[in-house]
């Protein structure tokens, strides 16, 4: 076919060779910088060591979409008075089965509740352009989080946790910054655990903005830039007590493709938000506020969900956090998914199962506690599609198996949780000695695994203690972190005249 093809040398056959080897190399960058998030290749779910993906590329994929995105952002901006609060909202305990008045806090004059409105009408259609898409690497699952500072160390924990559970799906772990970026932690420590460190600022400065972000608007950052399709969004001190794998593959993760979590608490959000937001003002029995310590969400099927909890938050501070929650519990990010998901009239599935509490008992009889506890969707979905709501009479059916905690009270973070001085001191009883943290309620904590899965938690914070324990930036100027944590240990899990009413 090619007659001149004959008359090459050996030479000439490895000059072809490696000029079409460049060539298909540089076809390759070209269409990783050039992406489009439809028609991108597929990369093999949990296979890959997240490390080995072309991690320039995909920074430089999430630079140009936040600098075409977060113009946008500031178009639409509320430039009227903050609103102001005339007190503090309580936290009422939701209450499904009762009606009850949403709390009314706010002053905002009508002309700033109009001009917000009108920049939220605004910003709504523009993100209508199907263009504004973030980047993602098509047909992958990942899970995604939010560490750095203090809680590099406290999600190492959690991590081990997870590996534990025999998941090996990969893991992006954000950091705000290049100063956060723990090489050993990183670059050794993750690695081995099928983890990968991204830095937000390296993605932040394509655009030219001098915006302070900060605390809650990291979430949706993390979600925003993470390269997978399919994300399981989990906060430093949450851990999954299975492989959670099956959710994404689940048909109600089909059907919804986002999954949230409910708090103890009923929501406090401001009726001049759905003024703002256009939409029909719900009741406060419909369900209760989100605690958004797990999420898991399509950025495919809920891209504008996404955008637009982006603009709550990149606002929150100074406007959207007061008009969700009015000085509430856990003012920040967790109602901007649902609400966005509302107005965007995207589905989502909000699990009904209340969640849980898990602590120790003090001398008054009350409980210290220092975790969450939240149940299995699928179980949940499975009750509620059929009309049993154990919300409303817990009754009608069995609970479902619990499938994450979130020890958030206070952090579980080796290097300080032995210390004096916490709030809520999980580790010490009224007289000082050490102690179980989760020992009531029996039946939640049985629930979980009990005593052995307490065990198996200690037994991580210990071996991060340890193995770690020049390691993290932050414990730089700590002594003794792993001969306090093995004398802790000794003493609580290995001591062999522990109570049996601590053997639940």
């Known amino acids: 076919m090619f007659p001149f093809i ?22 390759f960058i070209a269409h990783e910088l050039g992406y489009q998030p439809q028609q991108h290749s597929e990369l093999a779910l949990g296979k890959l060591n997240p490390a080995l993906v072309f991690d320039r590329g995909a920074t430089y994929a999430h630079g140009q979409f936040w600098k075409n995105f977060q113009p946008i952002l500031e178009e639409y901006a509320p430039t009227c008075d903050s609103p102001k609060r005339k007190g503090t909202a309580d936290g009422v305990f939701f209450k499904p089965t009762e009606e009850v008045p949403r709390p009314d806090l706010l002053e905002m004059k009508p002309e700033d509740v109009e001009e917000m409105r009108d920049k939220h009408t605004k910003f709504v259609d523009a993100i209508m352009e199907p263009s504004l898409t973030p980047y993602y ?69 394509f655009a030219n903005s001098s915006k302070e972000i900060k605390s809650y608007q990291f979430k949706i950052l993390a979600m925003l830039f993470s390269s ?16 959670p794998n099956d959710i994404f593959t689940s048909d109600l993760y089909n059907k919804f493709q986002l999954i949230t979590w409910p708090d103890f608490w009923g929501s406090s959000a401001s009726k001049l938000y759905y003024q703002i937001a256009s939409i029909n003002e719900p009741k406060l029995n419909e369900h209760a506020s989100t605690e958004s310590g797990e999420i898991f969400i399509s950025k495919k099927s809920h891209r504008a969900t996404l955008l637009l ?32 998901a509302k107005v965007m009239q995207e589905p989502y599935y909000q699990v009904s199962e209340r969640i849980g509490a898990i602590g120790r008992r003090q ?29 409303k009479d817990d009754t009608v059916a069995p609970q479902p198996k619990p499938i994450f905690i979130h020890a958030n009270v206070p952090k579980f973070n ?91």
């Open 414 to 504: 080796p290097g300080t949780i032995l210390d004096e001085g916490h709030p809520i001191d999980p580790v010490r009883d009224g007289k000082g000695k050490w102690t179980r943290p989760w020992t009531i309620p029996e039946n939640t904590v049985k629930s979980i695994g009990g005593f052995e899965l307490e065990k198996q938690f200690w037994t991580e914070i210990k071996y991060v203690g340890c193995e770690y324990e020049d390691a993290f930036e932050t414990w730089k100027e700590k002594d003794d972190i792993c001969e306090k944590l093995t004398k802790y240990y000794e003493t609580v899990f290995e001591k062999k005249d522990t109570p049996k009413r601590l053997e639940t």
């Open 363 to 391: 001398e008054d009889g009350s409980m210290a506690g220092s975790a969450m506890v939240q149940y299995d969707p699928i179980e949940d979905y499975a009750l509620t599609s059929n009309g049993k709501w154990r919300v």
């Open 309 to 340: 909890a982006m603009y709550y938050n990149y606002h929150g501070p100074e406007y959207y956090y007061k008009l969700f929650s009015q000085g509430g519990p856990g003012e920040g990010d967790k109602e901007t998914f649902i609400a966005a």
């Open 6 to 27: 004959r008359s090459w040398s050996p030479g000439h056959f490895r000059i072809a060779v490696l000029c079409i080897s460049i060539i298909a190399l540089l076809a």
């Open 137 to 205: 690497r098509s047909n992958t699952r990942g899970i995604v989080t939010t560490a750095g500072g203090k809680y590099l160390p406290v999600f190492t924990v959690s991590l081990r946790m997870l590996r534990n559970t025999g998941c090996r799906t990969p893991v992006e772990v954000f950091l705000a910054n290049r100063k956060e970026y723990e090489p050993h932690i990183c670059d050794v420590v993750f690695k081995d655990l099928n983890a990968k460190c991204v830095v937000l600022d390296e993605v932040l400065t």
């Open 228 to 243: 997978y399709e399919n994300i399981l969004f989990l906060d430093a001190d949450a851990f999954p007590l299975r492989d």
